[in-house]
T-cell receptor, first 114, second 112 residues
Framework: NTKITQSPRYLILGRANKSLECEQH?????MYWYKQSAEKPPELMFL???????RNETVPSRFIPECPDSSKLLLHISAVDPEDSAVYFC??????????????FGEGTRLSVL | QQKVQQSPESLTVSEGAMASLNCTFS??????FRWYRQHSGKGLEMLVS????GEKEEGRFTAHLNRASLHVSLHIREPQPSDSAVYLC????????????FGSGTQLTVMP
């Protein structure tokens, strides 16, 4: 899927700070960050709908999302922890209503924490 | 808290034979059901959405929903080796949480 681009695709870090980026040019109003740990299904971390943030309260505070404009989504991670090793998927959808909610997923950023 | 469970964990079928995957959910007010596919190392590809009881067909993929039984299934007609992937069921409740809850997936292998 090249409609949603994520960068970088692969990331290997020690205890450092890093930002993941996502961009979509689909005119979608909702953008999401999902985390998929090994052998597990994706779990929603954050949702921006019309630039309003809805947070999954179980996500550690070292993860900070940012939505600088309607087509771009960032995920800032400070002092990564080994448990953060996972694939981080960006997704977007036209809206969050039933008929236009189907999120379209990017290819993901594979984060490995040493 | 919504619980979504899929069965079987893994399924092997021969090319051309029907593949059937199952998903149960715990919240009877759920009204938004989607099946996704994930090839190894890739992102998620949505296959079919269904919002009301009955069936919904998208090409070779057919979803069946029975909300009273808390059950949604996916049937793949004439599967091919390229359909080998993990299939994920996702459920949400429009009037409540905005969040799609995913099942743990079924690994489908299609043998030539």
């Amino acid at each position: 899927n090249t409609k949603i681009t994520q960068s970088p695709r692969y990331l290997i870090l020690g205890r450092a700070n890093k930002s993941l980026e996502c961009e979509q040019h689909l005119g979608h109003n909702a953008m999401y960050w999902y985390k998929q740990s090994a052998e597990k299904p994706p779990e929603l971390m954050f949702l921006y709908n019309l630039k309003q943030l809805i947070r999954n309260e179980t996500v550690p505070s070292r993860f900070i999302p940012e939505c600088p404009d309607s087509s771009k989504l960032l995920l800032h991670i400070s002092a990564v922890d080994p448990e953060d090793s996972a694939v981080y998927f960006c997704a977007s959808s036209a809206g969050t209503g039933k008929d236009n909610q189907a999120p379209l997923f990017g290819e993901g950023t594979r984060l490995s924490v040493l | 808290q919504q619980k979504v469970q899929q069965s079987p964990e893994s399924l092997t079928v021969s090319e051309g034979a029907m593949a059937s995957l199952n998903c149960t959910f715990s919240d009877g007010t759920s009204d938004n059901f989607r099946w996704y596919r994930q090839h190894s190392g890739k992102g998620l590809e949505m296959l079919v959405s269904i919002f009301s009881d009955g069936e919904k067909e998208e090409g070779r993929f057919t979803a069946h929903l029975n909300r009273a039984s808390l059950h949604v299934s996916l049937h793949i007609r004439e599967p091919q080796p390229s359909d080998s992937a993990v299939y994920l069921c996702a459920v949400s409740t429009t009037s409540g949480s905005w969040q799609l809850i995913f099942g743990s997936g079924t690994q489908l292998t299609v043998m030539p």
